[in-house]
């Protein structure tokens, strides 16, 4: 089993930043990929950022290209989501995830993935 914490979460005014973390723990072994998911009130959930854990590559829905960046620090087994230039229609619940298994390079949908966090909310003021 692995286990995910998210952290980092609050309110902010437009145009502000915030970074996220999210530590894995237990299984770590087995870390293919991670990413970032986020649901809004009445919503579905969306993804937002994904990573390759070995590789390093990074993918990003279009809505967050170039104002939020995906990152890793495989020391920690830690994930981070550093958000610039937020909008209010970035508010939201963000969570993140892991993929334990191979053979998708680039898991955007939410069953790609094997292990979720709690989620952090992330509320963006006009």
């Known amino acids: 089993q692995v286990q995910l914490v998210e952290t980092g979460g609050g309110l902010v005014q437009t145009g502000g930043s915030l970074r996220l973390s999210c530590a894995a723990s237990?299984?770590?072994?087995?870390?293919?990929?991670m990413g970032w998911f986020r649901q809004a009130p009445g919503k579905e959930r969306e993804f937002v950022a994904g990573?390759?854990?070995?590789?390093?590559?990074?993918f990003y829905a279009d809505s967050v290209k170039e104002r939020f960046t995906i990152s890793k620090d495989n020391t920690k087994n830690t994930m981070y989501l550093q958000m610039n230039s937020l909008k209010p229609e970035d508010t939201a619940v963000y969570s993140c995830?892991?993929?334990?298994?191979?053979?998708?390079?680039?898991?955007?949908?939410?069953?790609?993935?094997?292990?979720w966090g709690q989620g952090t909310q992330v509320t963006v003021s006009s």
């Open positions: 995830a892991l993929r334990s298994r191979g053979g998708k390079p680039y898991a955007r949908g939410e069953f790609d993935y094997d292990y």
């Open positions: 237990g299984r770590t072994f087995s870390m293919y990929a």
């Open positions: 990573i390759r854990w070995s590789a390093g590559i990074t």
